[in-house]
T-cell receptor, first 111, second 115 residues
Framework: DAKTTQPNSMESNEEEPVHLPCNHS???????IHWYRQLPSQGPEYVIHGLTSNVNNRMASLAIAEDRKSSTLILHRATLRDAAVYYCILRDYGGSYIPTFGRGTSLIVHP | EPEVTQTPSHQVTQMGQEVILRCVPI?????FYWYRQILGQKVEFLVS????????KSEIFDDQFSVERPDGSNFTLKIRSTKLEDSAMYFCASSEAAWEQETQYFGPGTRLLVL
């Protein structure tokens, strides 16, 4: 089973960088690492995903450890609109491979 | 920008009744999903659907649940005989390719309350 561990919550000030960690020590070699976020009262929203190399897009960067047992989502300049629950998602085997959300990290952004 | 839509936004039903939740995925997407989120809890995968059949399902997706793509645009989740514990937010999602390597786009959800 590919389990993920994330801190329950983190805080940041507006316009500062935020590093959201995720541990996935049982990840298999072919598992992509996905990050989604969920703003209050909304459906999850894709942020970024990667396999081995670090990835960048307009929303964030994803830094993946060399051994792939952990990753960090980086928001370069947090805004109030980034306040959300951030989920690190891998596939999990429970009879078949399915996407498994953990409890995520609740990011609080202070003005 | 294309988006996934869901109807209704809220549904209240009596225990034992059948409910059908509707979703319109993004038009060129081939993979479709249902998730649920009980209030205050994590998002849980229910089922994925590709090429007119279920490709994966979780333990939650038992015989009370079924999915259908009746007309090439809608994607529905049916709960045959609702229980109190089915009260949750249900999210539909779609993607161009299998979720492991592709972005899933989620709808706004249907809040189901079973009394």
């Amino acid at each position: 089973d590919a389990k993920t561990t994330q801190p329950n919550s983190m805080e940041s000030n507006e316009e500062e960088p935020v590093h959201l960690p995720c541990n996935h020590s049982t990840i298999s070699g072919t598992d992509y690492i996905h990050w989604y976020r969920q703003l209050p009262s909304q459906g999850p929203e894709y942020v970024i995903h990667g396999l081995t190399s670090n990835v960048n897009n307009r929303m964030a960067s994803l830094a993946i450890a060399e051994d792939r047992k952990s990753s960090t989502l980086i928001l370069h300049r947090a805004t109030l609109r980034d306040a959300a629950v951030y989920y690190c998602i891998l596939r999990d085997y429970g009879g078949s491979y399915i996407p498994t959300f953990g409890r995520g990290t609740s990011l609080i952004v202070h003005p | 920008e294309p988006e996934v839509t869901q109807t209704p936004s809220h549904q209240v039903t009596q225990m034992g009744q059948e409910v059908i939740l509707r979703c319109v995925p993004i038009s060129n997407h081939l993979y479709f999903y249902w998730y649920r989120q009980i209030l205050g809890q994590k998002v849980e995968f229910l089922v994925s659907f590709y090429n007119n059949e279920i490709s994966e399902k979780s333990e939650i997706f038992d015989d009370q649940f079924s999915v259908e793509r009746p007309d090439g645009s809608n994607f529905t989740l049916k709960i045959r005989s609702t229980k109190l514990e089915d009260s949750a937010m249900y999210f539909c999602a779609s993607s161009e390719a299998a979720w492991e390597q592709e972005t899933q786009y989620f709808g706004p959800g249907t809040r189901l309350l079973v009394l």
